[in-house]
């Protein structure tokens, strides 16, 4: 952590989260400059910023962007960016490998912690790359062709990190990605 734990429960909140929060809220197109008295009163988005967020809005948001990232296959399963650095790292690259092609025989399964760790690093600004652990479970779901991953990390925050586990379990079958453990329900 880079800060002793302070007793505070509000932290610094991320800018995705106005956007996600005025979605929600159906008021993103809507001006708000309510006053009374002639005095302006801070909308609740505004002194959501100012109050700070805690710990469980944070790793909610956290959970549904590390969804949408792992959930999505990245340009390089279907073109090769051999030589194009710049892509292989940019946003048009978006997503962990596709790994419905392979089975749970297959070497390939090998790397998918590799790809874990690597779409993290590169699409997760969040997360304290020295921090971050991707371990694979030993056991496998043979019948439905899923494997465990535990992954650990901090989670950058104002004043202080905030430690996070979450499980993701592989479908092999499907190439989809099921994050557990991370956001309270």
């Known amino acids: 952590m880079r800060k002793k734990k302070e007793k505070t429960d509000q932290f610094q909140i991320p800018l ?3 956007f996600r929060d005025a979605f929600d809220a159906g008021d993103a197109k809507k001006k708000i400059d309510e006053r009374v008295g002639g005095e302006k009163v801070l909308s609740g988005r505004g002194s959501l910023k100012r109050r700070g967020a805690n710990e469980a809005i944070l790793k909610r948001d956290l959970s549904i962007d590390l ?3 792992v959930n999505t296959i990245d340009l390089d399963s279907i073109e090769d960016l051999s030589g194009l650095d710049y892509v292989k790292k940019s946003v048009l690259n978006f997503g962990l490998y596709d790994v419905a092609h392979l089975t ?5 399964t090998d790397n998918i912690a590799a790809d874990l760790i690597n779409a993290l690093l590169q ?4 997360l304290n790359s020295e921090t971050l652990s991707v371990e ?6 043979e019948t439905n062709q899923k494997m465990r991953y535990q992954i650990s990390a901090e989670m950058l925050s104002k ?8 499980v993701a379990e592989v479908d092999v079958g499907s190439g ?4 557990s453990k991370l956001a309270p329900s």
């Not at 749970?104 to 390939?108: C, H, K, L, Q």
């Not at 699409?123 to 969040?126: C, V």
């Not at 694979?136 to 779901?141: A, G, I, L, Q, T």
């Open 136 to 141: 694979r479970s030993k056991v496998f779901d």
């Open 16 to 18: 995705m989260h106005a």
């Open 123 to 126: 699409h997760e600004p969040r």
């Open 159 to 166: 004043p202080l990190d905030i430690p996070i586990e979450f």
């Open 104 to 108: 749970s025989d297959e070497r390939g």
């Open 67 to 69: 969804s949408s990232l």
């Open 176 to 179: 989809k990605v099921q994050l």
